[in-house]
């Protein structure tokens, strides 16, 4: 475990604003986005089919009459149908990770990207970041949002940033030992490769001057955070966001690491039940959906993230008076219906990592021969347990089963792969193979 202790600090006062005065702020901006996006082909169409005038919407009680944006929304205006702006006051884009097909493009105005900094640079207060900390930022510097919006939340706290970007673990190692790195962005994913690398080439943890690390832009389990933690003697912070909303800086975990305070002065946040589409009890998991109140370039409204998670609307014991999101438990899109069961990967990476001797690098193939689904989990054991000995094989084995069972109900196959031979990712993971038409 980590000796480093972040202390309870706060970037701005809109953190702290009384629910009342936060409400009345929330709903100024809703006016004014929901006047912005008139500008947008798209949301005219969008109100004239509801039937609703800009000039209703008044306060937040009106968000709900609003109609929702999707992924598919986006794709048919793709490149740049959703600017309200003229594209000569676009002073960046970037683009979401489409796993097929062209990205969704977003842009920013220079208002833009100073908003964005502010919020990178408020969940980075709240996590440790402090002016004389240097950070090494792993994340890709490209279209992905991940790079180029933490570079700016960094510097814009007047730390100091190495921009090694994702890739070459033996360099990013270097980098850190030899520049005494105070603090590491990347993947969670990416994280478990580097500590991965620390230990296979004996790296002395003593050697490093890591204190801390916040990951995102993918989901990850407590589990993990544990063991990371662990091995590299940090401590870890969440943070969340999506390219389609802002980017990084729409949420971040506080020094007491109990869910993600969501910055609502920017971003008004719903959970509803993806089907009825109705709101969900505080606590209980659903789709969230973000309404940005100032961005310029592309405003948007209702969009449903496919998500699932659930809010807390407790006060927190850091003062900050926002809601809080939980871990993000998948996407509905990477959700798979096994035997007409719903699981998520993290569920299988929560069942793994609480077995000894299985290194948590896996991946989930599922098929559908005979008409009955079969999911199979490759697993990589560790150096440690790689062992000819049929028996032990079996047992571990075994205790994956019942591990996987305990969390998903589900009896899946297990397969045993050696140290090292599964794919390794520097940016998001990809860890699911589903042969199964969708549809
Ligand atoms: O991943 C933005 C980001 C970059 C957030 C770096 C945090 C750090 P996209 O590429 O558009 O943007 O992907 C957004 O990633 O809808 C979630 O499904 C997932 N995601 C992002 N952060 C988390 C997280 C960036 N902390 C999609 N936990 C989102 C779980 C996350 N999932």
């Known amino acids: 475990m980590s000796t480093f202790v972040v202390e309870n600090r706060i970037w701005d006062q809109a953190e702290t604003l009384p629910r009342g005065e936060l409400a009345a702020l929330q709903g100024a901006k809703l006016a004014e986005t929901v006047e912005r996006v008139q500008r947008i082909p798209f949301y005219q169409r969008k109100f004239a089919e509801a039937g609703i005038s800009p000039g209703q919407i008044k306060s937040v009680d009106d968000l709900q009459r609003l109609p929702f944006t999707t992924k598919a929304d986006l794709r048919?205006?793709?490149?740049?149908?959703?600017?309200?702006?003229?594209?000569?006051?676009?002073?960046?884009?970037?683009?979401?990770?489409?796993?097929?097909?062209?990205?969704?493009?977003?842009?920013?105005?220079?208002?833009?990207?100073?908003?964005?900094?502010?919020?990178?640079?408020?969940?980075?207060?709240?996590?440790?970041?402090?002016?004389?900390h240097s950070v090494q930022i792993a994340f890709g510097y490209g279209l992905f949002t991940g790079g180029f919006g933490l570079h700016y939340g960094v510097e814009r706290v007047g730390?100091?940033?190495?921009p090694a970007a994702a890739g070459n673990t033996p360099k990013q190692i270097m980098l850190m030992l030899d520049m005494q790195v105070d603090a590491l962005v990347c993947t969670?994913?990416?994280?478990?490769?580097?500590?991965?690398?620390?230990?296979?080439?004996?790296?002395?943890?003593?050697?490093?001057?890591l204190k801390y690390a916040h990951f995102g832009g993918e989901p990850w389990t407590e589990d993990m955070r544990t063991r990371i933690e662990d091995e590299l003697g940090i401590l870890c912070f969440n943070n969340y966001g999506l390219s389609e909303v802002i980017g990084p800086g729409v949420s971040g975990e506080c020094a007491v690491r109990d869910g993600m305070h969501i910055s609502e002065d920017a971003f008004m946040v719903e959970c509803i039940n993806p089907e009825t589409l109705e709101p969900v009890a505080p606590g209980e998991e659903g789709e969230l959906v973000f309404t940005s109140l100032c961005k310029e370039a592309m405003p948007i409204i209702r969009y449903r993230t496919r998500d699932i998670a659930s809010l807390n609307p407790e006060p927190c014991a850091c003062g900050r008076t926002s809601v809080r999101?939980?871990?993000?438990?998948?996407?509905?899109?990477?959700?798979?219906?096994?035997?007409?069961?719903?699981?998520?990967p993290s569920q299988i990476e929560q069942a793994l990592l609480r077995v000894e001797g299985t290194a948590p690098h896996y991946r989930i193939e599922v098929d559908r021969p005979d008409r009955k689904d079969v999911a199979t989990v490759k697993v990589e054991m560790t150096e440690d347990r790689f062992s000819p000995s049929v028996k032990e094989m079996q047992e571990l084995k075994d205790k994956i089963d019942r591990a996987i069972q305990g969390i998903t109900g589900l009896r899946m196959n297990i397969e045993l792969v050696s140290p090292n031979s599964l794919?390794?990712?520097?940016?998001?993971?990809?860890?699911?193979?589903?042969?199964?038409?969708k549809g």
């Open 325 to 344: 999101m939980s871990r993000v438990t998948g996407r509905s899109d990477d959700m798979l219906i096994i035997k007409g069961v719903n699981v998520y």
């Open 423 to 437: 794919e390794r990712f520097v940016g998001k993971a990809q860890r699911v193979i589903d042969h199964r038409k």
């Open 76 to 132: 048919e205006e793709y490149p740049l149908g959703m600017l309200a702006v003229d594209r000569a006051d676009v002073a960046r884009y970037h683009g979401s990770s489409g796993t097929t097909g062209k990205p969704t493009m977003v842009a920013y105005t220079r208002n833009d990207l100073n908003t964005w900094a502010n919020l990178c640079a408020r969940f980075l207060t709240g996590g440790g970041l402090l002016p004389e």
């Open 188 to 209: 969670p994913s990416y994280a478990l490769n580097i500590s991965e690398f620390i230990i296979q080439n004996d790296i002395p943890r003593n050697a490093l001057n």
């Open 159 to 162: 730390a100091s940033v190495i």
